[in-house]
Structure formats: C-alpha cells, structure tokens
C-alpha cells in the first residue's frame, strides 16, 4: 500500500512559529526535486510539485493512512502528527521525522539565503490511500 500526501510549502522561524502558508516561491519545483527519493526507516518519498503544491508518495512498511494533518487553514499553527490507531503508529511517526528532515534540509539550501519567508516546513493537507 502507498500513501499519497497533498501538501504546500510553509515558512516557520527559527521558534516553530508559522509565518507563512502555501508558500509560492520560484525555487519550488527545484526543492521538491531536493526532497526527492528522500527515505526514513525504510519509508521512501517520492515528492513531485503539481496543482501549486507537492504530491508526496510514501512507499515500503506497513503504512496507515489514519493519522491527523500537521496542519489545517483554520488554525495559524504547525502541529506533529498523531495516529488515530495502533496500526498508524509507524506511519505517523516517519512522517513526523520526514518533515524535520525536509526543513533541516530546507533551511540549509542555498538558494533560501535572504528570503524573508523562504519555504522551510512541508505542510501536509491532506492523505489519501492508492494500492
């Protein structure tokens, strides 16, 4: 089973604090590009940019996609993912390390140098499920 992620690009502050939501920066589809192939406890993530978001594909384990977003537009906030069962434990859990390896990678890009909200933090709104 996959799991296939929407997601945006957000911007947060050194503090975890959310300046910005969905992110439109020039450099997009080259940092989904550096996100590519990005593997976490036997996890692969295939991160595509499209529709002015990204398109992340989770693939290998035991996979579930019941678990909450790290985000939503009603609330200005950034929070962890939390499985809504046992068997999405795992799933929750390499995700959570998946996007705090995305903003140490993000952070550390070049080409986010001087950008007063560069692109730092994945944003995930929405899971859904492909066989």
């Known amino acids: 089973m996959k799991?296939?992620?929407?997601?945006?690009?957000?911007?947060i502050d050194k503090d975890g604090n959310?300046?910005?939501r969905n992110v439109k920066d020039k450099d997009a589809e080259y940092l989904a590009e550096v996100l590519d192939w990005t593997e976490i406890d036997g996890v692969r993530f295939d991160v595509r940019p499209g529709n002015g978001g990204l398109r992340i594909e989770m693939g290998g384990g035991k996979l579930y996609p019941d678990i909450t977003l790290n985000y939503t537009e009603?609330?200005?906030?950034?929070?962890?993912?939390?499985?809504?069962?046992?068997?999405?434990?795992?799933?929750s859990s390499?995700?959570?390390?998946?996007?705090r390896k995305c903003t140490k990678i993000l952070n550390d890009e070049p080409c986010n140098r001087g950008k007063e909200t560069?692109?730092?933090?994945?944003?995930?709104?929405?899971v859904d499920v492909i066989e």
């Open 94 to 99: 390499v995700l959570n390390k998946f996007i």
């Open 74 to 91: 009603k609330l200005n906030v950034v929070k962890q993912i939390v499985h809504k069962s046992e068997d999405a434990k795992f799933t």
């Open 3 to 11: 799991i296939v992620l929407k997601a945006v690009f957000g911007s």
């Open 118 to 126: 560069p692109p730092n933090i994945v944003l995930i709104k929405d």
């Open 18 to 20: 959310l300046l910005s």
